[in-house]
T-cell receptor, first 112, second 119 residues
Framework: AQSVTQLDSHVSVSEGTPVLLRCNYS??????LFWYVQHPNKGLQLLLK??????LVKGINGFEAEFKKSETSFHLTKPSAHMSDAAEYFC??????????FGKGTKLSVKP | DTEVTQTPKHLVMGMTNKKSLKCEQH?????MYWYKQKAKKPPELMFV???????INESVPSRFSPECPNSSLLNLHLHALQPEDSALYLC??????????????????FGNGTRLTVT
């Protein structure tokens, strides 16, 4: 069965410092993986997707993620955090019925 | 701005009311979804329509009734809800309507949701 585990429920960084949000996955086949962001009282916005092409995926707003099969990881990074990055982030894998399986989310706080 | 439009943004209803949530997309997407999201939790899948036919019902109570009048519209009819049904209801769409998980790479586009409060 497919699943994702987000290793941190809350990450706090200072503005201008790097961001690392961790996600491990489990899948019986080559997975499709996504990162979504949700700002307060908003819907979810796609940041980036991995679909077995390049292992380093670049997304919007300066985010990127690296697919590491040996570590079953798909961590999200950004070199320099901005106040507007404060939000909830979800790591997502495609399930066997094509449905999205969400991680529990990581809340990112950015301090001035 | 999102390309998936949900109305209303907020809805307060009593337990005996009947109301409907509406969702619209004009991207030519062939799959549409309803999700329920409680505070500080990830979205939970409720229903999936593929090519205007209901393909997934995640054992949702019958007080929630989905409808897909055409490929651009998705409704969720609500009747006799309970206070615990209060949540953010999210609509989403995706280009690919066929769910082959080993080749599926069509991301979901979400609306901003309807904040539902049941009193």
């Amino acid at each position: 069965a497919q699943s994702v585990t987000q290793l941190d429920s809350h990450v706090s960084v200072s503005e201008g410092t790097p961001v690392l949000l961790r996600c491990n996955y489990s899948s019986s086949y080559s997975p499709s993986l996504f990162w979504y962001v949700q700002h307060p009282n908003k819907g979810l916005q796609l940041l980036l997707k991995y679909t077995s092409a390049a292992t380093l995926v670049k997304g919007i707003n300066g985010f990127e993620a690296e697919f590491k099969k040996s570590e079953t990881s798909f961590h999200l990074t950004k070199p320099s955090a901005h106040m507007s990055d404060a939000a909830e982030y979800f790591c997502v894998v495609i399930g066997s019925q094509g449905n999205l399986i969400f991680g529990k989310g990581t809340k990112l706080s950015v301090k001035p | 701005d999102t390309e998936v439009t949900q109305t209303p943004k907020h809805l307060v209803m009593g337990m005996t009311n009947k109301k409907s949530l509406k969702c619209e997309q004009h991207m030519g997407h062939r799959a549409m979804y309803w999700y329920k999201q409680k505070a500080k939790k990830p979205p939970e899948l409720m229903f999936v329509y593929s090519y205007e036919k209901l393909s997934i019902n995640e054992s949702v109570p019958s007080r929630f009734s989905p409808e897909c009048p055409n490929s651009s519209l998705l409704n969720l009819h609500l009747h006799a809800l309970q206070p615990e049904d209060s949540a953010l209801y999210l609509c989403a769409s995706s280009q690919d309507g066929s769910f082959n998980p080993s080749s599926y790479n069509s991301p979901l586009h979400f609306g901003n949701g309807t904040r539902l409060t049941v009193t």
